[in-house]
């Protein structure tokens, strides 16, 4: 059973407009949700985290929306640079257990290209 | 600061052969995990460690995978005997204890013929 759905396996946009990564997600009991970035042969790179007492954070060109009613979260990258070409995951946490473990579930990932 | 460590970037055995893995965490960092990430999937968590302590193996294939993290700092991987199926990247990830996002290393590619 995937608690972390990412749908659509790869994005292409133009330079200088704006990509939309989506997400799903089927356990309530998330109260924590990152965004991961990742180049081929490297690890996974920490982008932008939301928790749930939120419904928006912004960091620079990237803006992270959660709608808890729906279960979903959004990626908003504006403008897109041919830079962010990679693999963007998906993943959630339950916090509220113990507060400590941290666990991550991460979702299989969209392949975004961002053509010049 | 430096990154988390990995070794050996890249392995190649048989099946049935053993492996190993090393990671070396972010200094300071309590908390150590190990992902498997197989092709075309998301990374899934194998074992979690908070100082030397085990927190969460509940994925981790007892029967063949082992893992042990020495004075609470550097941690090995071991895979005996490996299958197939085990053909994926290993990613070892560290954390401060707490509410903070994990820190990947590069990953150990492991194919297994």
């Known amino acids: 059973d995937q608690q972390v759905k990412q749908n659509s396996p790869s994005l292409s946009v133009q330079e200088g407009r704006i990509s939309i990564l989506n997400c799903d997600y089927t356990n309530s009991m998330f109260d924590y949700f990152l965004w991961y970035k990742k180049y081929p042969a490297e690890g996974p790179t920490f982008l932008i985290s939301i928790s749930s007492i939120k419904d928006k954070n912004e960091d620079g060109r990237f803006t992270v929306f959660l709608n808890k009613s729906a279960k979903h979260l959004s990626l908003h990258i504006v403008p897109s640079q041919p830079g962010d070409s990679a693999v963007y995951f998906c993943a959630a946490s339950d916090l509220g257990y113990g507060g400590a473990t941290n666990k991550l579930i991460f979702g299989t990932g969209t392949l975004l290209a961002v053509q010049p | 600061e430096a990154g988390v460590a990995q070794s050996p970037r890249y392995k190649i055995i048989e099946k049935r052969q053993s492996v190993a893995f090393w990671c070396n965490p972010i200094s300071g960092h309590a908390t150590l995990y190990w992902y498997q990430q197989i092709l075309g999937q998301g990374p899934k968590l194998l074992i979690q460690f908070q100082n030397n302590g085990v927190v969460d193996d509940s994925q981790l294939p007892k029967d063949r995978f082992s893992a042990e993290r020495l004075k609470g700092v550097d941690s090995t991987l071991k895979i005996q005997p490996a299958k197939l199926e085990d053909s994926a990247v290993y990613l070892c990830?560290?954390?401060?204890?707490?509410?903070?996002?994990?820190?990947f290393g590069n990953g150990t590619r492991l194919t297994v013929t």
């Open positions: 990830a560290s954390s401060p204890q707490g509410y903070s996002p994990l820190h």
